[in-house]
């Protein structure tokens, strides 16, 4: 016979962009974890004042991409003459790129090219065969790094708490607005009176650390806790 798929239509695509950008970005605008970049390395070549400045960066600028892009490595090559170095800076971070690389005429002789994170880590890394291997490197680096930074804020925001006047309290308190977790009873009519006065809702019961609420008390009711479940407002 015929299986049916298990079907959903809950806006995930969308919801899921709207929270990778309210979690990573900044006030210089997006950053973006490496897998989902469209770009994830942009080079952006310093020519130089002379002829052979500018023939010596190319050469090595072409060299890097072509080794980065063998590698699998997202690259793009900003060589625009019309704008000025700091406006491309300028207009990458605003994209998210997750890695800068500037090479220009001093770099080259020197052998090396300068490495800038769209989290403002900035390294020397030297130009040759390990290139790409150390720029994959950086970019695991950087999407690690962005992983904690979140998952730092979101423990930070989560607040731990067995009495619903507790939770009253702190949603008066604009610094203390976040996420509530809780052990509670599952009653609706119990929920709804919470929304009433509070407008937290339930937000999820999280997949892991359920086995927390076995022997506590509902924080609302005072009754025996069936789940750990986290409350917040919704905006």
């Not at 900044?26 to 500018?54: F, H, N, S």
């Not at 994170?117 to 065969?129: A, F, M, N, P, S």
């Not at 949603?171 to 009176?193: H, I, M, R, Y």
């Not at 407008?199 to 789940?227: L, V």
């Amino acid at each position: 016979g015929i299986v049916c798929v298990w079907a959903t239509s809950w806006g995930v695509s969308t919801r899921l962009i709207g929270a990778m950008v309210m979690t990573h970005a900044d006030d210089a605008g997006l950053v973006l974890p490496p897998p989902i970049a469209p770009v994830q390395v942009v080079v952006i070549p310093i020519l130089g004042k002379t002829e052979e400045d500018e023939a010596q960066v190319r050469q090595a600028v072409g060299e890097a991409v072509d080794a980065m892009k063998a590698r699998g490595i997202r690259v793009s090559v900003d060589d625009r003459t019309n704008i000025r170095p700091g406006a491309k800076f300028f207009e990458w971070e605003r994209k998210g790129t997750p890695l800068r690389m500037e090479v220009g005429p001093r770099d080259v002789n020197n052998g090396v090219a300068v490495i800038k994170t769209r989290l403002g880590v900035k390294t020397t890394i030297q130009l040759g065969e390990d290139l790409a291997g150390v720029m994959s490197d950086q970019l695991e680096e950087f999407h690690q790094n962005l992983m904690s930074i979140a998952k730092a804020r979101l423990e930070e925001k989560t607040y731990r708490v067995d009495a619903y006047d507790a939770m009253k309290a702190a949603l008066l308190n604009a610094e203390s607005t976040g996420l509530f977790l809780v052990p509670w009873k599952a009653d609706d009519k119990n929920e709804a009176t919470i929304k009433e006065e509070t407008k937290a809702t339930i937000r999820c019961y999280p997949i892991s650390g359920q086995d927390e609420a076995e022997g506590k008390a509902c924080f609302y009711s005072g009754e025996p806790a069936t789940h750990m479940a986290i409350f917040a407002r919704a905006f």
